[in-house]
């Protein structure tokens, strides 16, 4: 059974660019949330989908987005890129949202360098 | 706002003896997650806790939960080498994470 797959795994862009992450959960999983991993503020939740709904969401500015497709796969998007966004940017995967989510499975990642 | 607060932060322990990391958190959570993640790698799930004590075993690591203390706990029996890693708890819905222990078990 095919894990979370997080596409592109590293990327470089520069200041005020933008740019999209994608992730494609497990198989029959329905839910995906987001999150962004520095060494300066460590894990931290950017949202989460169900069904193409936003469920819940995190303290992160409106540069910030996202969607589910219909497929249950979710994009993340990132504009006006500032250096503080350079991080890794980690998608997690379950069968279900909110209080029923149970056990949430993550893919490796996407780096992001902005320079 | 919730809270999380892992300690230690960092340990270095030597193979075969026993610690404890602890977990505790600020507002009332049924759920919490254990995760282990090794240098340059994703998050791999170890436990999910749902309810008020709640144990789970996996080999040289169990995790306890007690919800009205607001503390959970992941003791490491025997420790070897490979337990080495970052372990990290995480409560509630839309993951509220601990700063994660950074464990170094040495030879």
């Known amino acids: 059974k095919a894990g979370v797959t997080q596409t592109p795994r590293y990327l470089i862009k520069t200041r005020g660019q933008q740019v999209t992450l994608s992730c494609s959960p497990i198989?029959?999983?329905?839910?995906v949330s987001w999150y962004q991993q520095t060494p300066g503020q460590g894990l931290q939740f950017l949202f989460e989908?169900?069904?193409?709904?936003?469920?819940n969401k995190g303290n992160f500015p409106g540069r910030f987005s996202g969607r589910q497709f219909s497929n249950s796969r979710s994009e993340m998007n990132v504009s006006t890129l500032e250096l503080g966004d350079s991080a890794l940017y980690l998608c997690?995967?379950?069968?279900?949202?909110?209080?029923?989510?149970?056990?949430?499975?993550f893919g490796e990642g996407s780096r992001l360098t902005v320079l | 706002e919730l809270k999380v607060e892992q300690n230690p932060l960092f340990l270095s322990m030597q193979e075969g003896k026993n610690y404890t990391i602890y977990c505790n958190y600020s507002?009332?959570?049924?759920?919490l997650y254990w995760y282990r993640q090794d240098p340059g790698k994703s998050l791999e799930s170890l436990f999910v806790?749902?309810?008020?004590?709640a144990v789970k075993q996996e080999g040289r690591l169990m995790a306890s939960l007690d919800t009205k203390a607001r503390l959970s706990t992941l003791h490491i029996t025997a420790a070897v080498h490979d337990l080495s890693a970052t372990y990290f708890c995480?409560?509630?819905?839309?993951?509220?994470f601990g700063k994660g222990t950074h464990l170094i078990i040495q030879p």
């Open positions: 997690a995967s379950s069968l279900a949202a909110g209080a029923l989510a149970g056990e949430l499975f």
């Open positions: 198989s029959g999983h329905r839910s």
């Open positions: 989908y169900f069904s193409e709904t936003q469920r």
């Open positions: 507002t009332t959570s049924d759920r």
């Open positions: 806790l749902l309810s008020n004590g």
């Open positions: 995480a409560v509630d819905i839309g993951l509220t």
